[in-house]
């Protein structure tokens, strides 16, 4: 269950980080209101999705069965 809910969260941070992007990119023209914390949300919450992908993933691999070179 709770690997389900890191893919869920990595999701989230995905569309969060998407959202920061794209209010990063259609900000005003003006360099007075040019703001850093939108490309910092960007890269804050792509950094959380990697983590948690490596959580979901992570409890996706088989840890008790052995695995030869010869199957």
């Known amino acids: ?3 389900k809910v890191y893919g ?3 999701l989230i941070s995905v569309a969060v ?3 920061f992007f794209y209010a990063y ?3 005003g023209d003006a360099a007075e209101s040019a703001s850093v914390l939108p490309f910092v949300g960007v890269v804050v919450f ?3 999705a990697l983590g948690f992908g490596a959580l979901f993933l992570s409890g ?3 840890k008790t069965e ?3 070179i010869t199957e």
């Open 8 to 10: 869920l969260l990595a």
């Open 25 to 27: 990119v259609h900000q």
């Open 1 to 3: 269950m709770k690997d």
């Open 17 to 19: 980080a998407g959202y």
């Open 46 to 48: 792509i950094l959380v």
């Open 60 to 62: 996706r691999v088989n």
């Open 66 to 68: 052995d695995i030869h």
